[in-house]
């Protein structure tokens, strides 16, 4: 309390609410949790999400598909590498909160940030080369000109990693967006602060909303709704417990979801096009040649 | 008046199949009985039996599957890409060499026209392995990584409507990046997969790189589930693709799934009006509309709607129902006693729901399974003949006002596999193939396929490409 | 579909012409040569190959148009269009001979009382590069000397400038010039390249009054490809289909074989209709054809196959 008599001010702390449709609501539950640093002490509380807002992101994903996957892949690069310019200019915010969030020195957890950051501008410049890498032209034994190119799944559920608060985040989500698909987040259970604030610099990027929907809670109780959710188009599942991903694998087998299962977890290593790939359709066309 | 063209039969001769009275399963580079029961597979065009096959049983798929992880430990996971290769070319050109035989064999077995069979089946099949025989030394340039890795022992399950096509589907790429396989043909098409077995023993493949196991769903379902397997491939229906993702669920093992198709052939008022008639053709009535892609619901813009219905009409008279091995049949019988029931159930569903019925006049042969070419008209999306998959030589005619109706009617079913659009209007056709939500996008044309073009589904239709360069990367550890 | 008020319609101007040629459909030019292979696919045999070859000696426009043609060749020529097979009777005589205009009384005379008509070319043929007076000229010529039918070409290059009225003029004042005679409109599809003019070049032909349309002059390549035969057979199934009116095709230039009429024959069948199946409406211009089909009517008669020392060479 001294600071607050030597400053003579109050600070402003930050309520944190899910990001769903480009709006920051509470959970329609009104549910909160309590998110503690590693050493036990209160950090906030966040909004812990029901499945009514699990249903209201995909129904916020799904509406910002066409807009979102519509775009030029130039203007998507534009807008992903806007979001990396923000999140440099918020770097010192986002090392506190990753330092606070994993128990890490703020130097290190700064060091995160930078990797975040740097991980978000890989993907931004991905946007418009992965279809030159992923596609092709098929030379078919007939007058025909065929092509093939990927396009973007739809609605992608990740359930973010649950340790790598920030970095992992970001190595999760950018690469879904950068394809064009539209997400529906499940921050990190016990970190999910940062993942917050990144919804906040996405809410004031020029990412239209809904392209991403962030939301809080408890991942074993939202993750089954995602799962068996028909209107979404595939499930990562790299921040699901190892325990639950079959029943979750199950379940997104109702709407035959692609369904990815990460094999590498070390977020420092160059991911490639590794997570590009599993959210992607191939679709050929076919004309023929003729005059 | 003239009188009529009739065209004189012009039968192929079953000798040339070679029927064998008996087939049995092929485990571990031998031919042998399987346990499971023996079943006596027909001829769907009259009933008759072809021979008897000797069907795996439980035991066998573990035979099959220790015999492939063998295989794939000690001899073809460490055979050079180079060395792979040319046992594929040699299967392609083994192939080529009994085309003849296998077109009629397939013909016996699943009823489809010899033209089909001689023409499309048979030399395809032989094209992918050619295809794929190529790449076995040149993965490292596939856009994999350098010197991928194969994925291990992969279970396939084929489906009935094109069953030596199948298999070269799913053996070609697997064996070209390494693997081994443990393929089971569907239960009423088992011979052409057995007389490939005896192409790959001929071709001096090494034992357990690749086993057949003849049998049913239960075989099927112990093959997909065995854990000695690293990757299942399957093709099939959408419901028997979805126990399959279930019963995978959690082991790890790698998993793509070809499945249903519910395709819009949209056809607007500037389109090539005889070659569309011809595409809509092809597209429902190829292979009995037996096929996954099969364009089984026309969208007609509505101002050309009655005229292209009429041209339909016009067009389907002149088709040639009847005998499969007469090179002038068009449309050949419906491969089972099952799928036959399932086509008429659909079929009345379609009049009940109040859709308006038509087929040509042609006499169809008293035993075996047919089913005269229909078109049904006045359809609403919410008929059940509109939304699910028939799987026979029905179309639905369905009637759209702007292109951006024709996107949302043809997107508008759980299926993405495959779509069609016509028009003469090249700005309209991209903007036609990026909207629809189909893995495959035939412009002008319709069920064009190639070794080199990726074919695969979008949303329930399956997950995975089978073709062209992306067709390695389920066969590779990536 | 058309109605027929809407065709009279059409010719009124060049404006309304060029507008319904160009609101044809298009044609798509691996769809339609698929459709033909498709159809080449036919197997034809015994009975039905036995019945088409001799339906396609009927159909024969026996052919000779060669700067070096004289009397003698003519009458030669007329002598095997009448009784083609010497040593078979029951081979039928072809349709017509088809000469040059001057050799036209010569060929009347020599099919005197057989059913083979005289088709004379005429307007300037082959290349129709001459003042509509002179190409009128020359048909009045051919019909004076007694010509049944008049195989006229078509101005290649006005259609290809887009003066589709006149091309159209030209061939009502041919029509008109015919009097009795019927016409074939050359439409030289090889010289207007591409199926969607071969398609618009029908119509315009039928509209203006052609009881044919003919492919080719048998001097340009390509000719007679069963793409383009398909596309001229279209035209006339849907002309038929808007006036009730049924015109015919004929093919020339190419076709040699027996195999390749069979073929013909079938595309005939289903494309256009068993209608069409008839010297009224169907026709080959060729001249080697006839010898091939008698070869093999010969095998399908006898089960031997035939040498060309046994059928005659004119």
Request: glycine share 8%; net charge negative.
């Amino acid at each position: 309390m001294s600071d607050h008599e030597d400053i003579g001010r109050l600070p402003v702390r930050k309520t944190y609410k899910l990001y769903v449709g480009g709006a920051f609501p509470r959970s329609e539950s009104g549910r909160s949790y309590p998110v503690t640093a590693t050493d036990g002490s209160l950090l906030a509380h966040a909004a812990q999400a029901s499945r009514k807002d699990v249903r209201d992101a995909v129904v916020a994903a799904r509406k910002a598909v066409a807009g979102w996957s519509g775009a030029t892949a130039y203007n998507r690069g534009q807008v992903l590498y806007r979001v990396a310019e923000m999140l440099e200019g918020r770097r010192e915010q986002f090392a506190s909160e990753v330092a606070a969030a994993e128990g890490i020195p703020r130097e290190q957890a700064a060091k995160q940030v930078d990797a975040a950051t740097d991980r978000w501008v890989y993907y931004a410049g991905w946007a418009d080369k992965f279809a030159q890498v992923a596609g092709s032209t098929d030379p078919v034994a007939g007058p025909y000109f065929a092509f093939s190119l990927p396009e973007p799944t739809g609605v992608v559920g990740v359930l973010a990693p649950q340790e790598s608060s920030l970095l992992g985040l970001v190595s999760v989500l950018a690469p879904v967006l950068t394809t064009g698909n539209t997400a529906v987040v499940v921050a990190s259970e016990t970190r999910p602060l940062p993942a917050i604030s990144l919804a906040e610099v996405l809410a004031t990027s020029d990412l239209p909303g809904g392209v991403v929907n962030v939301i809080t809670g408890v991942t074993a109780e939202l993750a089954p709704w995602l799962a068996s959710h028909r209107d979404v188009n595939a499930l990562d599942l790299t921040g699901a417990a190892p325990g639950e991903r079959a029943a979750l694998q199950r379940a997104a087998a109702e709407n035959v979801k692609r369904v990815y299962v990460p094999r590498d977890l070390d977020w420092q290593r160059d991911p490639g096009t590794s997570r590009l790939s599993p959210f992607v359709e191939i679709k050929t066309v076919w004309h023929p040649i003729g005059i | 008046m003239a009188p009529r063209f009739e065209y004189a039969p012009a039968p192929e001769s079953r000798d040339i199949a070679r029927l064998k009275p008996s087939y049995q399963i092929f485990v571990d580079g031998a031919f042998r009985d399987g346990s499971g029961e023996s079943i006596k597979t027909i001829n769907p065009a009259d009933e008759t039996p072809l021979a008897e096959v000797s069907e795996a049983g439980p035991s066998d798929v573990d035979d099959a599957v220790d015999s492939a992880r063998r295989a794939f430990d000690g001899v073809w996971g460490r055979l050079p890409g180079r060395e792979r290769g040319k046992y594929l070319f040699r299967i392609a050109r083994a192939i080529q060499e009994r085309a003849r035989e296998l077109a009629v064999l397939e013909s016996l077995d699943n009823g489809k026209p010899i033209r089909e069979s001689r023409d499309v089946d048979i030399p395809l099949a032989a094209a992918h392995f050619f295809y794929y025989a190529g790449w076995a030394d040149k993965l490292s340039h596939a856009g994999f990584g350098a010197g991928p890795r194969p994925v291990g022992v992969a279970g396939q399950v084929i489906p009935w409507n094109f069953p030596l096509l199948m298999a070269s589907w799913k053996l070609a790429p697997a064996l070209a990046c390494g693997n081994t396989v443990v393929l089971k043909p569907a239960e009423t098409t088992p011979l052409s997969a057995l007389v490939l077995a005896e192409i790959l023993a001929a071709a001096d493949l090494p034992p357990g790189v690749v086993n057949v196991l003849a049998g049913g769903p239960a075989i099927g379902a112990a093959l997909v589930a065995h854990e000695g397997l690293d990757k299942v491939a399957f093709t099939g229906s959408t419901e028997v693709g979805r126990t399959i993702q279930r019963t995978l669920a959690g082991t790890g093992r790698r998993l793509t799934l070809e499945l249903g198709g519910k395709a819009a052939n949209i056809v607007f008022d500037d389109a090539p009006i005889d070659q569309a008639v011809e595409g809509i053709v092809n597209g429902i009535f190829f292979n009995q509309g037996q096929v996954c892609c099969a364009g089984s619901r026309l969208l007609v813009q509505e101002s050309v709607a009655d005229e292209i219905v009429t041209a339909l009409q016009r067009r389907l008279s002149t088709l040639r129902v009847g005998d499969p091995l007469d090179k002038n049949t068009d449309v050949g019988a419906i491969n089972s006693a099952a799928q036959l029931a399932k086509i008429r159930e659909l079929s009345q569903s379609g009049e009940q729901e109040g859709a308006r019925r038509w087929s040509p006049d042609c006499d169809l042969p008293d035993r075996g399974y047919w089913f005269a070419p229909t078109i049904f008209t006045d359809v609403s999306p919410a008929n059940r003949i509109a939304r699910e998959e028939i799987f026979g030589p029905v179309l639905s005619v369905l009637t759209f006002r702007t292109p951006a109706e024709a996107v949302e009617k043809a997107n508008n079913t759980p299926y993405g596999l495959s779509a069609g659009v016509w028009t003469e209007k090249g700005s309209r056709i991209l903007w036609m193939a990026q909207r629809l939500r189909a893995g495959v996008v035939w412009a002008n044309t319709f069920n064009r396929f190639d070794p080199t073009a990726p074919f695969g589904g979008y949303k329930e239709s399956g997950f995975g490409r089978e073709g062209g360069r992306h067709g390695l990367e389920a066969y590779l550890d990536v | 579909m058309l109605q027929q008020a809407d065709l009279r319609d059409v010719t009124r101007d060049d404006t309304s012409l060029r507008r319904f040629l160009h609101g044809l459909p298009g044609v798509d030019q691996v769809g339609a040569e698929s459709r033909a292979a498709l159809l080449a696919t036919r197997s034809i045999k015994t009975t039905a190959k036995a019945w088409a070859l001799d339906i396609a000696i009927r159909m024969v426009d026996l052919t000779t148009l060669e700067g070096a043609d004289t009397p003698g060749k003519v009458r030669a020529l007329c002598a095997k269009a009448r009784r083609p097979d010497p040593s078979d009777p029951s081979a039928p005589s072809v349709a017509a001979v088809c000469v040059y205009p001057d050799l036209v009384a010569t060929a009347v005379e020599a099919v005197h009382g057989s059913p083979v008509a005289v088709a004379s070319v005429a307007t300037a043929f082959p290349s129709g590069r001459a003042s509509l007076p002179t190409k009128l000229h020359d048909v009045k010529d051919a019909v004076a000397a007694g010509a049944d039918e008049i195989d006229m070409v078509i101005d290649r290059g006005a259609f290809l400038a887009g003066r589709y009225l006149q091309v159209f003029e030209e061939i009502v004042a041919t029509k008109e010039a015919c009097g009795p005679a019927h016409l074939k409109v050359i439409l030289e599809t090889g010289e207007l390249a591409t199926l969607d003019n071969a398609r618009r070049a029908s119509w315009l032909a039928l509209l203006a009054g052609g009881d044919f349309v003919k492919t080719s002059t048998g001097k340009v390549t390509p000719s007679a490809t069963p793409p383009v035969a398909l596309v001229l057979l279209e035209a006339v199934r849907d002309f038929a289909g808007a006036t009730g009116e049924r015109r015919g095709v004929k093919l020339a230039g190419g076709i040699r074989t027996a195999k390749q009429a069979v073929r013909f024959l079938v595309m005939v069948n289903e494309v256009a209709g068993e209608h069409w199946l008839d010297p009224s409406l169907f026709r080959f211009g060729a001249s080697s054809l006839l010898n091939d089909l008698l070869l093999q009517r010969h095998k399908t008669h006898t089960g031997a196959y035939d040498g060309p020392d046994y059928v005659t060479v004119e």
